[in-house]
């Protein structure tokens, strides 16, 4: 067997060949990454919510030219936005809701019942969820003292600011500094392909920072648009005459006083304001306003084609670009995970807290049960009927519960003190608990106490 000599082996070896690293003189076994496959759809909805962050911050949209991954789901999500039947035809049972874009669909708020016009709804709209996930939760909680078994909080809010229907919500959130990071990327591997006269991977990177850019300014003119139903209630018809009793009754009607009841985060908000404020609470929904929808088509259509040039192009550079081209795709995917990183849910209770509502007064407290909690809410909202209220909440009918709701109702309907002696017990009929009615009692002169409180609080913020 023939054993050539190590000398002779190592003579007829060429240790580097040719000016670029990595190239085909060096690759000569025709090694190919043959990337298109993984750079069209690689990172896909994470570049779709990237995109989405657009319509919450107005620098986002003049900062996108990079080389971005996941083209063809970003087209194939907003191609359906343009109408146009040829993209209805190439991205056939994609879903047209922009509250999916947005992030809204599926979050529900809970239960609103009016203090003065009859309404109840037993499910209400996004925002009241935000409100309360984003903004009540984090408010500082106060305790009041009292008997604790099932501590419920609630929050007072004074909605001062009537909100403007069809507003356009545009608060800067991202810092834009960060988005230099995978354009000098992009720019970087680009420009070191074309060094090292790749042309073809240069042309795809270049091509994808255009693409990608001009996507950005085209679908970023989309507006983020806050809107409510209008709502009209007890409004009198000119020329007819209204008594002063009516009129009491037609501002009662128009006012939004209310309360959202969550039994399960153990969670009571009081909404004191104007029928519009209250009602972009309970009924307000976000969408997105497109001023250039036609060529919203025409940026589809160029994504799509960047996925068919690089599966065709990418093949046919050398392995250095085709690093540099992955390079390029990493730190954009790294950044577009950045973005969706960020809870987008946090950032809209943020922007309709700042943006619609304009950061309301508002006062958390602690109640250590949920007959002191009611009762509590009761005082603050002032409700038409706080009976039927009362009755909703604590649904509870012996006959010491119906003792206990006549004397709590009589005295805040007569606007009495909730003060109660131990003479009152001997008022009780013969068979009901004693030692029940003293704890129910207990539980609703604290609350009666914890108001006192509240009312000396927002006074003194007020005049602050």
Request: charged content about 20%; proline content about 5%.
């Amino acid at each position: 067997m023939f054993i050539p000599q190590l000398p002779d082996v190592l003579d007829r070896r060429t240790l580097y060949s040719g000016n670029a690293p990595l190239n085909d003189s060096s690759n000569s076994g025709g090694f190919s990454l043959n990337t298109g496959g993984m750079a069209s759809f690689f990172g896909g909805e994470v570049a779709v919510t990237a995109m989405t962050t657009i319509h919450l911050d107005p620098t986002r949209r003049w900062l996108g030219w990079y080389n971005c991954p996941g083209t063809y789901e970003v087209a194939r999500r907003y191609g359906r936005v343009s109408d146009s039947k040829l993209l209805e035809g190439l991205f056939p049972g994609v879903p047209t809701d922009l509250a999916t874009l947005l992030g809204l669909e599926g979050l529900k708020g809970t239960k609103y019942i009016g203090a003065h016009n009859g309404t109840v709804l037993e499910e209400t709209g996004p925002f009241s969820a935000l409100l309360m996930k984003h903004f009540v939760q984090h408010l500082e909680v106060v305790e009041i003292p009292g008997r604790k078994t099932q501590p419920i909080a609630v929050t007072i809010t004074e909605l001062n600011h009537a909100p403007t229907n069809q507003a356009v919500l545009r608060p800067p959130i991202y810092p834009p500094i960060v988005a230099s990071v995978p354009i000098l990327a992009s720019v970087g591997t680009a420009i070191a392909c074309g060094v090292f006269r790749d042309w073809f991977s240069f042309s795809l990177i270049v091509f994808g920072i255009l693409v990608n850019g001009i996507s950005c300014i085209v679908i970023g003119a989309g507006e983020f648009v806050f809107q409510y139903p209008n709502r009209r209630v007890g409004v009198p018809r000119d020329n007819i005459p209204v008594s002063d009793r009516d009129k009491e009754n037609i501002a009662l009607m128009g006012s939004g006083d209310g309360i959202l009841v969550s039994d399960k985060d153990k969670e009571i908000i009081v909404l004191r304001g104007s029928g519009d404020a209250v009602h972009s609470i309970t009924s307000g929904s976000a969408n997105l306003r497109f001023r250039w929808r036609y060529w919203i088509k025409w940026c589809a259509i160029l994504l799509v084609l960047q996925l068919i040039v690089q599966i065709l192009l990418i093949p046919q550079g050398t392995l250095f670009g085709q690093i540099m081209f992955i390079g390029s795709l990493a730190v954009s995917w790294a950044y577009n995970l950045w973005l969706s990183s960020k809870n987008k849910e946090r950032i809209q209770g943020e922007v309709f807290v700042r943006g619609v509502l304009r950061r309301p007064d508002a006062w958390r407290y602690s109640l250590g049960t949920r007959t002191s909690a009611v009762v509590f809410m009761l005082l603050a909202l002032k409700p038409k009927d706080p009976g039927k209220i009362l009755n909703m909440l604590i649904p509870n009918d012996t006959t010491e519960w119906l003792k206990f709701k006549d004397d709590i109702l009589s005295r805040i309907r007569a606007g009495r003190e909730l003060r109660f002696e131990t003479s009152i017990l001997d008022t009780l009929a013969p068979g009901q608990d004693k030692g029940l009615m003293e704890l129910l009692y207990g539980d609703a002169e604290a609350a009666y106490k914890g108001y006192l409180d509240h009312l000396s609080r927002s006074t003194t913020k007020k005049t602050s």
